[in-house]
């Protein structure tokens, strides 16, 4: 597993992490290339991404977004997360695999870089308290699902609030040509160096996995969901492990986890692909409690 790395120094000892200034250069997005056949078109690029060619974010809009800062040998990362109750983070499995002593989970963020934005939290979770999916394999990108657990329950506000999990009942849906929406603060073009500032977002049809394949030869499984991104518009690098909602007129819920997409860019054409949250609710009930019938 390769990972993107960069030096930065921490001080840990409270729940509330410090505001000190981060030098954001020092924390580039989170990458992992899977061990998977060759093929002469493709060169995929692990767990992914960034949004490209998507639209600023309004302040309030997607309030269970979460940004997390992982503390990895050597340095420092960032992926993106779900927020799914008070007490509980949902993210990808690679983004979480790796920690040294834990992670910084932004809540309320609107500029990831600006600490002092009045709605911004930023609550250092130790890694003893990430439950990383017992069957995840790195050279597969194999449930690609991870939990956080926050050391005290969150206080809703219009900021920060959870995203609904899909019920029960509604585990066998597959989302079809249904319109989805992608949000994080990854990097905003294939040409861009690093990860953006500010919270953006995109909406594209759900691909079936089948047509899906096609473009990975086998590496996507029921336990996944594609996104087509035609005109560029896209997930990539720097929001792994972030959200993807379903509004079916009625309720928004969390349908997908970034977790991988191709290394040629993001804005070639190619599905991005995510972790199918409904082949895991059993799972997070088990963990957390948190389900919906």
Not at 8 to 26: E, P, R
Not at 95 to 124: H, M, P
Not at 131 to 140: A, K, L, N, P, R
Request: a negative charge.
């Amino acid at each position: 597993m390769k990972l993107v790395l960069a030096l930065v120094v921490c001080i840990f000892g409270s729940v509330i992490a410090s505001t000190d200034k981060v030098d954001w250069t020092n924390v580039p997005p989170l990458h992992v290339d899977p061990k998977l056949p060759y093929h002469p078109r493709m060169n995929l690029d692990g767990p992914t991404g960034r949004i490209t060619n998507g639209q600023v974010a309004a302040e309030k809009q997607f309030p269970y977004q979460v940004g997390l800062r992982l503390y990895i040998s050597g340095g420092a990362a960032w992926c993106g997360g779900s927020l799914i109750s008070d007490r509980w983070v949902l993210t990808a499995a690679h983004c979480t695999d790796s920690l040294t002593t834990g992670v910084d989970v932004y809540l309320g963020a609107w500029d990831r870089t600006d600490a002092t934005e009045k709605n911004q939290q930023i609550i250092f979770v130790s890694a003893k308290n990430v439950i990383v999916h017992e069957d995840w394999v790195s050279s597969t990108i194999t449930n690609d699902i991870s939990l956080i657990k926050l050391p005290v329950p969150i206080e809703f506000n219009e900021y920060i609030q959870p995203i609904a999990l899909p019920k029960k009942a509604a585990s066998y849906d597959s989302y079809v040509n249904e319109a989805v929406i992608a949000s994080g603060w990854g990097k905003i073009s294939d040409s861009a160096t690093s990860a953006t500032d500010i919270l953006r977002w995109i909406e594209v049809p759900v691909l079936s996995n089948t047509a899906c394949n096609r473009w990975f030869l086998g590496s996507v499984k029921s336990t996944n969901i594609c996104i087509k991104t035609t005109g560029g518009t896209s997930t990539c690098n720097g929001d792994s492990g972030g959200p993807l909602v379903y509004n079916d007129g009625e309720s928004t819920v969390l349908v997908g986890a970034t977790s991988f997409g191709i290394a040629l860019g993001c804005e070639v054409g190619w599905p991005g692909v995510f972790t199918r949250i409904t082949s895991y609710l059993d799972w997070i009930e088990e963990k957390t409690g948190v389900a919906y019938y």
